[in-house]
């Protein structure tokens, strides 16, 4: 019964990543310049707020048109250092990820051919670390690179 359960939320999942990825968005991605200030199509832009440690990051919130809210937290220098998603719709991570998404893949992948499927995806590598769960209608997550965390942010404060 669980098993069956885990492969409807994988299922649910790439749902979810071929409904947005289908959605032009140019969204941010880690080691990539924030959003910029007009909003992509059907997106509602956020004012950038100021971080918890100011000084340190810059944190750039989005709506997107589908209710799901999207963070973007950004050096001082204007790198994307960490994203966080919360809502119905899981969002395209190959645009949050950037770059990133191609070891994101393979390392999902991977752990599918060893059988480990479902959800939530938990992985930590030295260059990228994501996690990401949740099921219809509440999807959360988060992903980051350590390399680009600016000296005197604790990540997990950020996360929070």
Do not use: C
């Not at 032009?24 to 971080?51: D, I, Y």
């Not at 949050?96 to 390392?107: H, I, N, P, V, W």
């Not at 209608?137 to 980051?144: D, K, L, S, V, W």
Request: proline letters at 8%; hydrophobic letters at 45%; glycine letters at 10%.
């Amino acid at each position: 019964m669980q098993q069956l359960f885990r492969l409807d939320l994988v299922r649910i999942m790439l749902l979810g990543l071929a409904l947005a990825s289908g959605v032009e968005e140019s969204r941010a991605a880690l080691g990539q310049a924030p959003t910029p200030a007009a909003a992509p199509p059907g997106a509602r832009r956020l004012a950038a707020t100021p971080a918890a440690q100011p000084g340190l990051y810059v944190l750039h919130e989005a709506v997107l048109e589908n209710g799901t809210r999207v963070r973007e937290y950004a050096t001082p220098s204007g790198v994307v250092f960490a994203v966080t998603w919360r809502g119905p719709v899981l969002p395209d991570l190959s645009a949050l990820l950037g770059d990133y998404f191609s070891t994101f893949k393979a390392e999902t992948d991977s752990a599918r051919l060893i059988g480990k499927r479902g959800s939530p995806v938990q992985l930590e590598r030295a260059d990228l670390v994501v996690r990401s769960g949740g099921r219809m209608r509440n999807f959360f997550g988060h992903a980051y690179a350590p390399a680009l965390i600016p000296t005197g942010v604790n990540i997990k404060d950020v996360l929070e």
